[in-house]
T-cell receptor, first 116, second 116 residues
Framework: AQKITQTQPGMFVQEKEAVTLDCTYD???????LFWYKQPSSGEMIFLIY??????QNATEGRYSLNFQKARKSANLVISASQLGDSAMYFC?????????????FGSGTQLTVLP | ETGVTQTPRHLVMGMTNKKSLKCEQH?????MYWYKQSAKKPLELMFV???????ENNSVPSRFSPECPNSSHLFLHLHTLQPEDSALYLC???????????????FGQGTRLTVV
């Protein structure tokens, strides 16, 4: 079974500063993917960044980067130069198979608030 | 036009009502999903459809009945719900590739359901 743990229910960051959102995972699968999603108050889940378990380099997408430490089973999201529009819920997720279906398992989320 | 569209966005229903949630994706994906998001809980996978065939049912009560008439449309039929079923119901789609873990799911904006 797969498990995703996000230990920070809420985080605050000053505008233009960087922030790290923590995510640890547990799986017995040798091959897996890790994702981060952003959920604004409107409800839609927005895909941000992906990291494969065999990727040698940390993933980056614009202001988002994923600090992947495989031995520690962590996949923290780093947001640089925070903007007010970054205030939202952030979810870490892992892809894997359950039976014949590929699915995402989500963590409980971190509510990020960017302060002006 | 967004990739995944859910209707209605908001729904209030009595415990004796019958209603349906609709999801439509314009991305050409072959897999569709229903997730339930309750307050302060991780997203819970409810149903998975691959190529219109249901491949996953995560012990969901029979008062929730999914239907996938084609690979672009997914419904969730609701009847005799309970107040604890009040939640945000999210639909997602993805394009499964054999052996690939980097296929992100694209989400709709969700239907916020209130059972009274």
């Amino acid at each position: 079974a797969q498990k995703i743990t996000q230990t920070q229910p809420g985080m605050f960051v000053q505008e233009k500063e960087a922030v790290t959102l923590d995510c640890t995972y547990d799986t017995s699968d040798p091959s897996y993917g890790l994702f981060w999603y952003k959920q604004p108050s409107s409800g839609e889940m927005i895909f941000l960044i992906y990291q494969g378990s065999y990727d040698q380099q940390n993933a980056t997408e614009g202001r988002y980067s994923l600090n992947f430490q495989k031995a520690r089973k962590s996949a923290n999201l780093v947001i640089s130069a925070s903007q007010l529009g970054d205030s939202a819920m952030y979810f870490c997720a892992m892809s894997g198979y359950s039976g014949s279906a590929r699915q995402l398992t989500f963590g409980s989320g971190t509510q990020l608030t960017v302060l002006p | 036009e967004t990739g995944v569209t859910q209707t209605p966005r908001h729904l209030v229903m009595g415990m004796t009502n019958k209603k349906s949630l609709k999801c439509e994706q314009h991305l050409g994906h072959n897999a569709m999903y229903w997730y339930k998001q309750s307050a302060k809980k991780p997203l819970e996978l409810m149903f998975v459809y691959n190529f219109k065939e249901q491949t996953e049912n995560n012990s969901v009560p029979s008062r929730f009945s999914p239907e996938c008439p084609n690979s672009s449309h997914l419904f969730l039929h609701l009847h005799t719900l309970q107040p604890e079923d009040s939640a945000l119901y999210l639909c997602a789609s993805s394009q499964p590739r054999v052996g690939a873990m980097n296929t992100e799911a694209f989400f709709g904006q969700g239907t916020r359901l209130t059972v009274v």
